[in-house]
């Protein structure tokens, strides 16, 4: 099974991330029609300034135009959307409890504009408390961009230049660009759409020095996004990254093929595309790949026939199946092609995957994903356990998964029998495993055994594929040191 990385697209953006000054609050024009209303200046405001021993203690309050208007707010806490007329704004900054301005501006802000302040510093010589202003971009991204503004105002250093960070592509270890100071941002920078893995380190470690390890992100074309390091790496001000804009994430999915329509596993390969671009060649029945990073949003999956000359580097454009699947941001998902045998169609099979178990419980997922029979009730199945039907758990049909099941923990030593036979005609028996509580496991049966399937060879049996794994139930009897070197 080869790979593709599933970086929409790969990362080119050393010459596009060399920080610049901040962007100063003047009012930007656009191009809107001149029969339009004029839309009032949307202003966010944010405090990103640790200039007391602890976020309580750097609690201030924000007067606009003499007026206290907002109060008690504490260092990371942001402020989005306010809409004011288009006028000159004086804006003081106190601590709260005090009369003592520690921060002001006067600022301009006119209409169809969208302005940020930020509170900033640590009160330090070198990184003074100031207020820094920064005006959206009016311009849309080039068909198919995102723009991306990025901002350093993490005083986690005594001076500046030992500020210094760079950003990295964790795909490969590599610096994007770098070094980046404190008090400067990106400006709003066009990235084209996809996603993106990056992490920010201190600057001259090669990129081994992690200081901020980002989650992955997606850069939506058409849209504007703004990110900010803040922080002092302490245990009262750790090193974040907070968006004012708001970010876009992926999601992720196990991605399988479960579908035995040949007569042989070889003659199962097929190629995978996720929105167009090609993430997977060669992929042969029986092989998955878990914990994919995929766009959230509706995503189309096409699994297509092996190119005819795929040494050479050809792309075969013979779809043979395709959906489109919503995707959740940040949610998990299993993915699998299946059917293609005993008169079943091809055809995929999909659940959302809980990331988290209630208390006291583990989470099973199950799948019934084997075309053995002709009809769905010719399929069906009962799970077992100690020789009887497990409630909730019988007259099981392909294709079905059952996602997210709380079962205590335990030892599990189950069965798949053929329905209705009071779990006297085995068709599977599972290995033992052992659940213990938060484990969020799976478990599909898959295969289109011969004696049923005669087209489809003997190299389609029945059995359970799990892609999270599962414990042996044999550990319980380990030693508690073996038990540990183990896991």
Not at 281 to 294: D, H, K, L
Not at 309 to 314: K, L, Q, Y
Not at 320 to 346: C, E, H, K, R
Request: charged share 10%; glycine share 8%.
């Amino acid at each position: 099974m080869s790979r593709k990385l599933l970086m929409f697209p790969a990362l080119c953006l050393a010459t596009v991330l060399l920080f610049g000054l901040t962007t100063p609050l003047l009012a930007q024009s656009t191009d809107s029609a001149a029969d339009s209303p004029p839309v009032n200046p949307i202003v966010n405001i944010a405090h990103f300034a640790p200039f007391a021993a602890n976020p309580a203690g750097a609690s201030v309050t924000l007067s606009v135009n003499g007026t206290d208007t907002f109060t008690e707010v504490v260092f990371a806490d942001t402020v989005t959307g306010v809409q004011l007329p288009a006028g000159v704004y004086t804006v003081e900054v106190k601590p709260t409890g005090t009369f003592t301005v520690a921060m002001s501006g006067v600022f301009t802000l006119e209409n169809n504009n969208e302005y940020s302040l930020l509170a900033v510093g640590d009160g330090s010589v070198n990184m003074p408390l100031e207020l820094k202003a920064i005006v959206k971009d009016a311009v849309a991204p080039t068909p198919g961009n995102a723009k991306v503004l990025i901002g350093h105002y993490a005083p986690f250093a005594p001076t500046v230049a030992a500020t210094a960070v760079d950003l990295c592509n964790d795909a490969d270890n590599s610096k994007v660009a770098g070094p980046l100071l404190y008090g400067l941002n990106s400006g709003y920078v066009e990235f084209p759409a996809g996603i993106y893995d990056l992490s920010i380190a201190l600057a001259n470690t090669n990129c081994a020095g992690t200081a901020i390890d980002l989650p992955s992100l997606q850069f939506n074309a058409g849209e504007f996004y703004d990110a900010f390091a803040i922080g002092k790496n302490n245990a009262a001000f750790p090193l974040d990254v907070v968006s004012l804009s708001g970010l876009d994430f992926p999601a992720t999915a196990t991605i399988g093929h479960f579908a035995p329509f040949a007569g042989a596993v070889a003659s199962t390969a097929v190629d995978i595309r996720v929105n167009g671009q090609l993430a997977f060649t060669n992929v042969v029945y029986g092989q998955y790949a878990p914990n994919v990073v995929v766009p959230s949003g509706n995503v189309l999956v096409e699994v297509l026939a092996p190119a005819a000359n795929a040494a050479s580097g050809e792309v075969s454009s013979a779809v043979i199946l395709s959906g489109t699947f919503p995707l959740a941001q940040m949610s998990d998902y299993v993915l699998f092609a299946i059917g293609g045998a005993n008169g079943w169609p091809a055809a995929f099979a999909a659940a959302e995957i809980s990331k988290t178990a209630p208390s006291g419980v583990a989470l099973v997922t199950l799948g019934h994903l084997a075309p053995f029979a002709r009809t769905a009730v010719e399929t069906a199945v009962d799970v077992c356990k100690d020789g009887a039907p497990v409630a909730g758990l019988t007259n099981l049909q392909y294709p079905g998964i059952l996602a997210n099941l709380p079962l205590p923990a335990g030892v599990y030593d189950l069965a798949i029998a053929v329905h209705g036979t009071n779990c006297q005609t085995v068709a599977i028996d599972v290995p033992g495993f052992r659940l213990r509580e938060g484990d969020i496991v799976n478990a599909f049966a898959i295969g289109a055994p011969t004696e049923v399937n005669p087209a489809a060879g003997p190299e389609f049996p029945l059995t359970v594929v799990s892609t999270t794994g599962l414990r042996a139930a044999y550990e319980q009897f380990l030693p508690s040191i073996w038990r540990a070197v183990a896991e």
